[in-house]
């Protein structure tokens, strides 16, 4: 149930609530984990904006998925992220929702969005099932993957890299086994360089809880290193494959390599001290480049430029 907070009714706005709210329940995960399923779609359907289909299969992956797991993540671990400063506007924390809402409501979104998968498709159910499978691994108290470094990545780069494109390619009517597998490895590489800076972010927090993330295990300057790396590589990979007309095709590479050539350019730049600051304008600018850079490939790939 939602306390009745009057002490901080009047100081918070409505505006600020909704915005605190959307915060807690994950809205720029939804952003992450929609981008991969959106291109599997498009690239699978040719086409830019989402028929019906498209856009149940975006609320599955995102407020409903996205929404379950980013709920039971701080339900878990809510002992430890009032030090985390990203955190400090996050409703539970503040003393505005009771902590087993939150378990509850996660678990809703969660069987609503594998109700609606079923509806859409058994074979995008299943992929749905792998995902809540691999949230519940990567949070849960007793297993907590988030917590051993490389499987904390991992699992990341499984579940937006690889299921998220392959759920979009299913409802985008595409044969799962026809996706095709070095673009889709270019994704889930990506996904990695982009996870990779977060676990440095919440470096401190985590070492002195003993949470043994990625950068906890190698240090944050290896970490950097290893976001360089599997940043540079998926980029790279996809210049490669738009040069042998890969997805990517070499009229398209022409007019979009500008793009794909920024991100680990804008990483070299931010992450030489990897401040928080700079970890979140890193991970910021790369993702509106990367954006822009998509829905460019993805006109002319579907033909509308």
């Not at 949070?139 to 890299?161: E, Q, R, T, Y």
Request: proline share 5%; net charge positive; aromatic share 12%.
């Amino acid at each position: 149930m939602v306390k009745n907070d009057k002490g901080n009714g009047n100081r918070d706005s409505l505006p600020k609530l909704i915005l605190s709210i959307l915060h807690f329940v994950g809205i720029e995960f939804w952003i992450v984990a929609l981008g991969p399923f959106y291109i599997g779609w498009a690239i699978a359907s040719h086409q830019i904006y989402p028929d019906t289909r498209g856009i149940l299969g975006l609320v599955t992956i995102g407020p409903l998925l996205g929404g379950f797991t980013f709920l039971f993540n701080d339900y878990s671990d809510m002992l430890i992220d009032n030090e985390h400063r990203r955190k400090k506007t996050s409703p539970l924390l503040k003393g505005i929702i009771e902590p087993k809402t939150i378990l509850y409501s996660s678990y809703a979104l969660g069987l609503l969005g594998l109700f609606l998968a079923f509806i859409l498709s058994v074979q995008f159910s299943l992929i749905v099932i792998l995902v809540i499978i691999l949230s519940l691994l990567y949070s849960h108290p007793s297993i907590k993957l988030k917590a051993v470094g490389g499987f904390d990545i991992a699992i990341n780069m499984i579940g937006i890299g690889f299921l998220c494109p392959l759920g979009g390619w299913i409802i985008g009517g595409g044969n799962v086994f026809d996706f095709p597998i070095y673009f889709l490895l270019s994704i889930v590489v990506i996904i990695g360089g982009l996870y990779a800076p977060t676990t440095v972010a919440d470096y401190d927090v985590d070492k002195a809880h003993g949470v043994k993330t990625l950068a906890v295990r190698i240090g944050p300057r290896r970490t950097i290193i290893l976001a360089h790396i599997f940043l540079t590589t998926g980029f790279a990979s996809l210049i490669i494959e738009g040069w042998f007309d890969h997805v990517l095709t070499r009229p398209i590479l022409s007019k979009t390599w500008p793009f794909l050539v920024m991100p680990p350019l804008i990483y070299l730049i931010f992450l030489r001290k990897p401040t928080y600051s700079n970890i979140v304008a890193a991970l910021v600018l790369v993702s509106i480049v990367s954006g822009l850079g998509t829905m460019l490939f993805l006109l002319y790939y579907s033909g509308q430029l």
